[in-house]
């Protein structure tokens, strides 16, 4: 397998070369500083997966993706941006990207993502996949109760509908136990609900949740 890394930066392209060799010893790693540069690589070689900066010099990684996926429209691009902006996000994501990750991710979520996305996946940085599915909920028509959710909210919501713990949520977000609690009442209120079964069936009947999806959450995907 072959991997093209497209940033202006050699620092960054050097460290995450240096990063996934080590991860992925079995993948053939090459760079290129420029959307130009990037489109004469794929030329001489289709790789299986393009991580993509989209703030390059000249052509940007969105106009630069446009072209190759005009030509070879299986290509598989993970962006790997400064930008968290969701208009952003939604660009890359209509231009047929796999994944979508911000520089300030750890180095686990960034191999974790290549290796999803070169598998064939589609892999969205958590913060960003809530914000989208959020963000969505809020303009298609949906229960209105969830229009007013903040970010941190709609996660909670999230993992409370699948069946999450109190602990487990406070472990996977980073928070104690008494901030998930005060959430929790909150969102009771909020969304007019008494008790965790009427969570859930809220959970399913805007389609945040599905019928059997209960259980453990790792990644919400937009």
Not at 135 to 141: I, R, S, V
Not at 148 to 165: C, N
Request: glycine content about 8%; charged content about 25%; aromatic content about 2%.
């Amino acid at each position: 397998m072959k991997i093209l890394l497209v940033d202006d930066h050699a620092v960054v392209r050097h460290g995450c070369a240096s990063l996934l060799s080590a991860a992925l010893p079995e993948v053939q790693l090459s760079e290129a500083g420029s959307g130009e540069e990037a489109l004469q690589r794929v030329q001489e070689g289709i790789p299986s997966l393009i991580i993509m900066d989209i703030g390059l010099p000249g052509i940007s990684g969105l106009e630069t993706t446009r072209r190759l996926r005009q030509r070879l429209p299986q290509l598989r691009v993970l962006f790997f941006s400064m930008h968290d902006e969701l208009h952003i996000v939604r660009q890359a994501l209509e231009l047929g990207a796999s994944g979508y990750l911000t520089k300030r991710v750890s180095t686990e979520v960034l191999v974790e993502a290549v290796r999803r996305t070169l598998a064939g996946h589609l892999y969205i940085e958590q913060p960003l996949a809530t914000l989208l599915a959020c963000n969505h909920l809020a303009h298609d028509g949906h229960d209105p109760r969830l229009r007013d959710m903040t970010q941190r909210e709609f996660e909670i919501f999230v993992m409370l509908a699948r069946g999450l713990s109190t602990r487990q949520i406070a472990e996977r977000l980073c928070i104690s136990n008494k901030t998930v609690s005060n959430h929790q009442t909150l969102l009771k209120n909020k969304l007019q609900v008494v008790s965790q079964a009427e969570l859930v069936h809220l959970a399913i009947d805007t389609g945040v949740l599905r019928t059997g999806e209960r259980g453990g959450v790792e990644r919400l995907s937009a």
